[in-house]
């Protein structure tokens, strides 16, 4: 099997950077896909959030208490980060089978009343850092959420979907890039549902012994890269 080299092509290089440096000047919300271990999701949520080296506000909000949030972070974060721990128990009620078609969502005038606490929590974290420093710059914010499967397979499509747009609104608002793991092959049916809400998605594998990889999606200009290591 021909494997994914460790670097993008020349062309699609160029073509990516330019993507990607537009979506870090105006804020950007990217879909992360793929059945992969937890530790293949440990090593992509540290690259998304940036080296140490770099001064940024980074939140990780975590929906699974089976894993402790520190795995998912490097050591020597300055500032630290801001980390919001919530379990799967304080998002259940919703039944995977009550999941509307997102062309016929059901009228409701607020988001329903289980994913409103973590709403405002994420809301008000966001609002608290660009107070504090009277506007943050452009990708100064880096958010990861791990991960939205409780929110998408418990709660309909109208309330997963305006959960999504509020969060991706107010960090788009402030220049920030969030990063939203969904731990499912990318051509599952709920990665179709959901997808127009991102700005991009990064699809993981991780095969035998063979070191990580990844590829982007970016629908903007309707474009997938390669296999490349991560």
Known sequence: MK???????????????????????????IL????????VSFHATQEL???????????????????????YLRQGYIPAP?????GTDQLRGASATEHPSPSTPTPKPLIDSRLRPLQTRICEEIADLDEEYGDLESSQLRMSLLTLRPI??????????????IIGG???GVEGMAHYHLPIDDDDPLVEEFK???????????????????????????????????
């Open 82 to 86: 801001r980390v919001i721990d919530v």
């Open 170 to 172: 107010l960090v788009k």
């Open 196 to 230: 127009h809400l991102f700005d991009a998605r990064v699809e993981l594998r991780r095969q035998g012994d063979f070191p990580t990889e990844q590829r982007w999606h970016i629908p903007q200009i309707d474009y997938s890269t390669e296999w490349v290591r991560l």
């Open 49 to 71: 959030l940036g080296s140490t080296n770099k001064c940024r506000e980074r939140i990780l909000v975590s929906t699974d208490l089976t894993i402790e949030p520190d795995h």
């Open 32 to 39: 992360v896909t793929g059945e992969v271990a937890p530790n």
């Open 3 to 29: 494997r994914a080299g460790s670097s993008f092509s020349g062309g699609e290089s160029k073509q990516l950077v330019e993507v990607l440096s537009e979506l870090k000047q105006i804020g950007s919300n």
């Open 152 to 165: 998408v397979e418990r709660f309909d499509y109208y309330d997963a979907a305006r959960f999504i747009r």
